[in-house]
């Protein structure tokens, strides 16, 4: 489906006729198409402010799960020429899923629940994630993503969460995520607080979930769509698997802030602002130095996210380990789903920004990857406590090669809270989440308030705050975007 905007800009929805489109987000997308109306203005205003006559938004595709973001719809991938428009990215550089399969059953985890939750809080929130590294070592993270974590991570002396990193694993995993979860870039901007001091010392920002709807999972498989592809990669009823949400979190939000004021600070002083608030970075030699301090700030932000990811894996792996001991924990596939790519399309270069948006390649564009027979995974998300998606990519032309990442909202956060209490404790009764509060602890019980921001700060995610994922997934089935290979369930899921 194509629809007209002010700015005549070709876009494409991807939306059965089942699924309404909110008034509110395409207004968003009307604004946000008013960028080549910017662009236009300062090609006047400015000579050699592109380098590229031709420097628009060429193309826009939206996936299902379109709706209302901050000043740019989440569900949205443009194509640029000449320019990049990191607000179409957002702070949270590199937000993206990675997901494990695993030897284990559902009974092996509804069995010895109640310890696996107590390690996992422990773990995860009270102190014992224990993850030792040097300065170098967050240094090398930072430039060189999953790469650098696997050449410095000697420096970590074997030393806590280190033991259950294996190196000639994580070698063959780099195969498994996006880019290799590596884009090298030459510095660090602004870090080195983070970066701290030479000794080895206990890192707080790498295995950090983050809020929203960032989730690590614990899942089951409850069936199988497509067997073939499904025993291509490891997937078979009844098998848990860990489905891992984040993204780049306070690296991100640096990244973002710094880039924001760069934007601002290169736009000529004379023009009046753009009205919605949405500024373009330039790819010329005018502003090559910006052009260059921008992908080093997208790149450190991306590569702590790749790495953010992992030793979330591995924290998780570690919890269950000390219940279960001996089980298999094997990557399936990371990738990103907000991130701008300098990509070639019909033989001409240009910029695809994925907003709340994966990559969905077909098996012949991930020739030379272990996906080339099966096209890229895709992990699409239910709300929590819903069922999410296993998928691979048909690499949709039209589409920009794009999926959705989740259901996409039908309730702001604000009105969540507002749902009726009842329906929000028969949701709690039969979901098992771990969070940073634990709600059962005696000194808890007796404090009202934290009880009522715990509450809160769930509803916002509750799963009738969503849409339904079954309408999601039909639509990238019937518009050649990705087939289901298999469905998952929630058996545990913990939120930051």
Request: proline share 3%.
């Amino acid at each position: 489906m194509k629809i007209k905007n002010s700015s005549n800009v070709p876009v494409r929805f991807f939306i059965n006729d089942d699924m309404k489109l909110e008034k509110n987000a395409l207004a968003e997308l009307d604004q946000l198409l008013t960028v080549n109306e910017s662009v236009e203005t300062l090609k006047q205003h400015q000579t050699g402010y592109f380098s590229n006559a031709d420097a628009k938004i060429e193309e826009v595709s939206i996936t299902p799960d379109f709706h209302k973001g901050s000043g740019i719809p989440i569900g949205t991938t443009l194509l640029t020429k000449g320019f990049v428009i990191p607000q179409a990215v957002g702070n949270d550089i590199n937000c993206g899923m990675r997901l494990y399969t695993t030897s284990l059953q559902e009974d092996d985890i509804r069995s010895n629940l109640k310890k696996i939750e107590a390690d996992i809080r422990h773990i995860f929130f009270e102190g014992g994630r224990n993850i030792p590294m040097t300065r170098s070592q967050r240094e090398a993270i930072l430039k060189e993503g999953l790469m650098g974590v696997l050449a410095s991570q000697q420096g970590s002396k074997r030393e806590g969460l280190w033991d259950f990193y294996d190196a000639r694993q994580q070698e063959q995993d780099l195969a498994r995520v996006n880019r290799s979860g590596s884009f090298i870039t030459d510095r660090v901007d602004g870090l080195d607080s983070f970066l701290g001091s030479s000794e080895l010392s206990y890192d707080s920002q790498i295995g950090s979930i983050g809020g929203g709807n960032h989730f690590v999972e614990i899942q089951k498989v409850v069936n199988i769509r497509n067997h073939a592809l499904a025993n291509e990669w490891n997937i078979k009823n009844g098998q848990v698997v860990v489905m891992i949400h984040t993204g780049s979190v306070s690296i991100g939000h640096h990244a973002g802030l710094n880039i924001k004021e760069m934007l601002k600070d290169i736009y000529p002083a004379s023009l009046k602002h753009p009205s919605n608030g949405i500024y373009v970075l330039p790819q010329s030699e005018r502003y090559a130095l910006q052009w260059k301090r921008y992908w080093n700030l997208l790149h450190n932000a991306a590569n702590f996210a790749f790495a953010n990811r992992l030793f979330l894996g591995l924290m998780l792996q570690k919890a269950l380990h000390q219940s279960l001991n001996s089980f298999d924990y094997k990557l399936l596939y990371d990738a990103p789903h907000n991130f701008v790519w300098e990509e070639t399309i019909d033989g001409s270069a240009g910029f695809i920004h994925r907003k709340g948006a994966c990559t969905a390649k077909s098996a012949e564009q991930m020739m030379n990857t272990p996906f080339q027979y099966t096209g890229e995974p895709v992990f699409i998300p239910g709300s929590m406590g819903a069922k999410s998606y296993i998928l691979a990519g048909l690499g949709n032309r039209e589409s920009l090669f794009s999926a959705s990442h989740g259901a996409g909202r039908s309730l702001s956060r604000g009105d969540s809270i507002k749902v009726d209490d009842a329906l929000f404790r028969e949701f709690i009764a039969k979901f098992n989440v771990v969070t940073p509060i634990d709600p059962n602890r005696n000194d808890i019980k007796s404090r009202p308030d934290i009880l009522k921001k715990w509450e809160e700060e769930l509803k916002k995610e509750a799963p009738y705050a969503y849409k339904d994922i079954n309408a999601i997934i039909e639509s990238h089935e019937e518009h050649g975007m990705a087939q289901v290979v298999a469905e998952v369930e929630p058996i545990l899921t913990i939120k930051g």
